[in-house]
């Protein structure tokens, strides 16, 4: 359900009569055209094994990767937009207002 370098997500749900739908949030979108969904490979077993993102810890109990630095910001350009928020970009702007729509007309339809 959640690409490989999301970082976070929470999902939700609410049953209508016979239907159940589903919305989830990621904080890093990555299912972008030609992307990997995740990098295959073996489970970590010391901290150099950790390469998606920098400063990450290998976490001896369940052998994952985990980061708990400040996520990276998207790349995309400039932000136009909105130009004093520096935390989303145009294009993520733009992938997550498509994503919203989209959901929103399959529940209505």
């Known amino acids: 359900m959640a690409h490989g370098k999301t970082l976070q997500f929470g999902c939700g749900h609410q049953v ?3 239907n159940t739908h589903i919305s989830c949030i990621y904080n890093l979108v990555g299912g972008y ?3 990997v969904l ?3 490979g073996k489970a970590c077993t010391k901290n150099k094994d950790c390469t998606t993102y920098k400063g990450s810890t290998c ?3 369940d052998h994952l990767c985990v980061f708990t630095g400040k ?3 998207p790349g995309g ?3 136009k937009m909105c130009r004093g928020n520096k935390e ?3 294009p993520g702007r733009k992938a997550a207002l498509e994503a919203h729509n989209k959901r929103r007309f399959t529940i209505l339809a």
Do not use: L
Request: net charge negative; hydrophobic share 15%; glycine share 10%.
């Open 33 to 35: 055209p030609h992307s």
């Open 88 to 90: 989303m970009t145009d």
């Open 16 to 18: 209508c009569g016979t």
């Open 38 to 40: 995740y990098e295959t």
């Open 59 to 61: 976490e001896q109990a």
């Open 71 to 73: 996520p990276p910001v």
């Open 77 to 79: 350009g400039e932000n």
